[in-house]
């Protein structure tokens, strides 16, 4: 990311403080001695697990849940997303997960980046925890000197990116996470409750404007034309002249930015491809809010279907394929089943479609409900088809072809681009081509 699109250090602390309003314990029927920090004055330092120890050490909630001295506390680092520091830390009595942000890019360090991302991680967790309680990590502490968020560890877990690699069923973790967009979208959306609190949550996640920066860059844009740090495998050189090229792509490509720009909808995840979700033996977990930002709730639910179809390109068989594109569709149908109920038993006071307008008319509920799932599945494949192009031809690539010797890589991959090509080509018809076609 060049220089200039760091966003100066007085910024960051405006935010910071803004952040720490919002996130008031007055607010927060938790609060306690954890949801202040220990470090008022304490400059900012990337920690380890030494550092890292002493911090927890003086957290006497956090000290308490690991049991032990922290002498005995076993602190190990599982760092291997793109951006932070992640350690798991295990006490005699319990466990943490504990994340910070680093004022770079973590696989690239030359790739300078402002700090806030673990605050509007943080925040994310706070808005979405009371909607869907048992599918997020519950919250633990966050310290805004040291950008530091700790949470409850998912040490049964794997990423759903690896449980699709090891052969798991899909579908009950597609169900799920339908479920999951739908009740928080719909309750972080205008429906979802007065203006003003729609307002509060924009105001504040408008300030994600660095790792907005990313997807705007990685996801949106820098595929459809020769941007450095793209990378691709050879066998799509033919595909990925294409995407620079053709103006129905670009013409598409205009539009869906469009889409994510000025359809302000919802508070986003911001980036639920598989490696967002753990998968235990209770279910599927969200994590990684740190891209959350204020858009169309068919931006989720594509990220989500994009891992889907990747894995379905990478699966071993055809009947493995056929499997993993029936979650897709279990995904989508459970998204909207749910939205539609969150609707129709939604009690909050709301501005848009207040109750008196339309409550006891069901048959234009049912038309204004059918509108909108048509708008949000249209952008739902829009967003699959960008997210699958940019998971083969930009800069951030998924791993679900890394076993496939390098030849079949090259065509399966191949077939997924296609596939994206084709949806991307087509927005009118990409819904049943994504949905029902397979
Ligand atoms: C530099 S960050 C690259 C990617 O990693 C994150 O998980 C997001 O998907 C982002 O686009
Ligand atoms: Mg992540």
């Known amino acids: 990311m060049p220089a200039e699109r760091a966003r100066p250090v007085e910024v960051i602390i405006v935010r910071q403080t803004f952040f720490i309003q919002w996130y008031s314990p007055v607010n927060d029927n938790r609060s306690g001695p954890e949801y202040t920090s220990l470090t008022q004055g304490t400059p900012y330092r990337p920690l380890n697990p030494e550092s890292l120890r ?3 050490s003086e957290l006497p909630l956090l000290a308490v849940r690991l049991g032990g001295t922290p002498s005995g506390w076993n602190i190990r680092e599982v760092s291997d997303g793109n951006l932070n520091s992640v350690w798991l830390i295990h006490g005699p009595s319990g466990s943490l997960c504990a994340k910070q942000s680093l004022p770079h890019v973590r696989v690239d360090p030359s790739w300078k980046m402002p700090l806030d991302r673990t605050t509007f991680e943080a925040g994310w967790l706070k808005a979405v925890t009371p909607l869907a309680p048992e599918m997020v990590p519950e919250f633990l502490y966050f310290d805004p000197q040291l950008f530091l968020l700790v949470t409850a560890c998912l040490d049964d877990h794997v990423t759903f ?39 509060q949550l924009e105001s504040f996640f408008s300030g994600n404007t660095t790792l907005t920066r990313i997807t ?16 691709y495998h050879p066998a799509l050189k033919t595909l990925v ?85 029936q979650a897709a569709a279990i995904f989508h149908e459970s998204f909207l089943k749910t939205y539609c109920e969150e609707w129709l038993d939604n009690n909050t006071d709301t501005d848009l479609a207040p109750a008196f307008l339309t409550r006891h008319d069901a ?10 799932c048509d708008r949000i599945v249209s952008d739902m494949a829009g967003f699959t088809a960008m997210e699958v192009i940019r998971r083969l031809t930009g800069y951030a690539h998924t791993s679900h072809f890394d076993a496939l010797p390098e030849t079949e890589k090259g065509h399966r991959q191949y077939q997924a681009l296609s596939f994206a090509i084709e949806l991307l080509s087509n927005l009118k018809a990409a819904p049943e081509k994504l949905f029902h076609g397979h």
């Open 241 to 325: 002249e294409q995407l620079h090229t053709d103006p129905t792509i670009h013409r598409a490509v205009s539009h869906m930015q469009s889409r994510f720009f000025t359809a302000r909808e919802a508070l986003l995840h911001g980036d639920l491809h598989s490696g967002s979700i753990m998968v235990g033996p209770n279910g599927a977990s969200v994590i990684d809010g740190e891209f959350a930002c204020i858009g169309p709730t068919g931006f989720d639910c594509g990220m989500f279907v994009a891992s889907l179809i990747l894995a379905s390109f990478a699966a071993q068989d055809t009947s493995r394929r056929t499997q993993i594109r």
């Open 161 to 199: 990116t690896e449980a699709l690699i090891q052969g798991v069923d899909p579908l009950p973790v597609a169900r799920q996470i339908g479920h999951f967009v739908a009740r928080t979208a719909f309750h972080t959306s205008w429906r979802g409750g007065p203006f003003e609190k729609m307002f």
């Open 363 to 372: 048959t234009e509920i049912q038309r204004q409900q059918q509108e909108e």
């Open 216 to 231: 705007v860059d990685l996801v949106l844009t820098d595929p459809y034309y020769d941007h450095p740090r793209n990378h």
């Open 54 to 56: 002493l911090v927890l």
